[in-house]
């Protein structure tokens, strides 16, 4: 994972599911991090390959509740981004995020031949099929070695919401250096892919550039910064020049995050800062086409790529409905007939009636389903 010069899709609850962080590549953004997920919650889950979709799915034990989404064409960028406490659980959690099986290889290929290619043979998929069953085994806990299901760890350290702090994760790290020492060199000794974490500035700068110094000394292969105090609030004005002491501080690669709403947001803040690289959140959760250097697409154009994005990869509708309606209360308003129609909305059917996609989720349906069929 290069880190350097790269643009960053930033780590957002409900909203960095599969099909936002697809959109956002395609756009431009070089990574993408998902949205933090709790080492608590990994642990409980199974890892398992959706042949339907062609993802590999993290379900919770015993239910269908898909805890983190991720797929074969994300796998160089991806970032899994974990809220922890704890080493142990913190490496459990972690090695769960693992191997990608030559079948995985094998489906994603027939998926997308199928959803594109009308013609493509279902009988062609399950010859393949069969051929990497008998190459690889059946159970997907075989896998082909060098493979990962994710590009790299990220530790979530700036996390202000108080479920995070009184868990003592989040930003409740930020002042246990130890536990940050324990946590990021036990991951760095038992993961062969990059680890990172994400800070928020402490209450002084002196002792936010002391604390990535310590965090640079366990190994990690960059630090994002987020330029604002944990009692900070997104209106106040994100503090590069704090952001540019800790660049100065350091010899890894700093990721800036805080304040990215327009394309040349991205060079403003570097040349500011002296970071290798800018994350944004909220600029892209209003319009993900803030990575392309080509100017933005308008916001009702990327509302049904989304759409669509979520209908190809079975996005879960509470998660769809909130990105939809943070995008709509920043452009428009919630009250007005879209607004109230996004909010009545049940499943990705209505919504894809709402947007004048019928005959897309349609098709998709019927390949997926055809796709099923072959198993």
Not at 219 to 243: C, F, M, T
Request: hydrophobic share 40%; with cysteine.
């Amino acid at each position: 994972m290069e880190y350097r010069n790269r643009l960053v899709l930033a780590p957002m609850v409900r909203v960095g599911t599969l099909s936002f962080r697809l959109m956002a590549a395609q756009y431009g953004a070089d990574i993408t991090y998902g949205e933090e997920i709790i080492d608590h919650k990994l642990i409980k889950c199974d890892r398992r390959l959706n042949e339907c979709i062609g993802s590999v799915d993290f379900v919770e034990k015993g239910t269908r509740n898909v805890v983190f989404r991720t797929c074969y064409e994300e796998k160089n960028r991806v970032v899994f981004q974990m809220g922890t406490s704890d080493a142990v659980r913190a490496l459990t959690a972690a090695q769960i995020v693992k191997l990608v099986s030559k079948l995985f290889d094998v489906l994603e290929t027939g998926k997308i031949a199928m959803l594109l290619c009308p013609n493509f043979s279902a009988t062609i998929l399950e010859h393949l099929w069969i051929q990497s069953e008998n190459e690889c085994g059946t159970e997907l806990n075989v896998h082909s070695s060098g493979c990962k299901d994710v590009a790299a760890i990220d530790i979530n350290m700036g996390c202000p919401k108080s479920f995070s702090i009184s868990g003592g994760m989040g930003a409740g790290l930020l002042t246990r250096p130890e536990l940050i020492h324990d946590i990021l060199t036990t991951l760095k000794r038992n993961l062969d892919i990059p680890v990172t974490c994400k800070i928020r500035l402490l209450k002084s700068s002196q002792e936010t550039v002391e604390l990535a110094q310590r965090i640079e000394r366990t190994g990690v292969s960059a630090l994002g910064v987020h330029g604002r105090r944990v009692a900070d609030r997104p209106r106040d004005p994100a503090k590069w020049n704090e952001i540019a002491n800790i660049v100065s501080a350091l010899s890894i690669p700093v990721i800036a995050n805080g304040d990215v709403f327009e394309y040349d947001d991205f060079q403003r803040i570097k040349v500011a800062t002296g970071a290798s690289s800018v994350m944004v959140a909220r600029g892209a959760l209003w319009n993900a086409s803030v990575f392309s250097p080509e100017g933005r697409v308008p916001w009702e154009d990327v509302k049904v790529e989304y759409i669509r994005k979520s209908i190809l990869w079975d996005n879960d509708i509470k998660s769809t409905k909130h990105t939809l309606k943070e995008m709509i209360m920043h452009h428009s308003c919630l009250e007005l007939p879209e607004g109230k129609a996004v909010i009545k909305s049940e499943t990705l059917a209505d919504l894809a009636k709402l947007y004048g996609e019928e005959k897309y989720y349609e098709s998709v349906r019927g390949n997926q389903l055809l796709l099923k069929g072959t198993r």
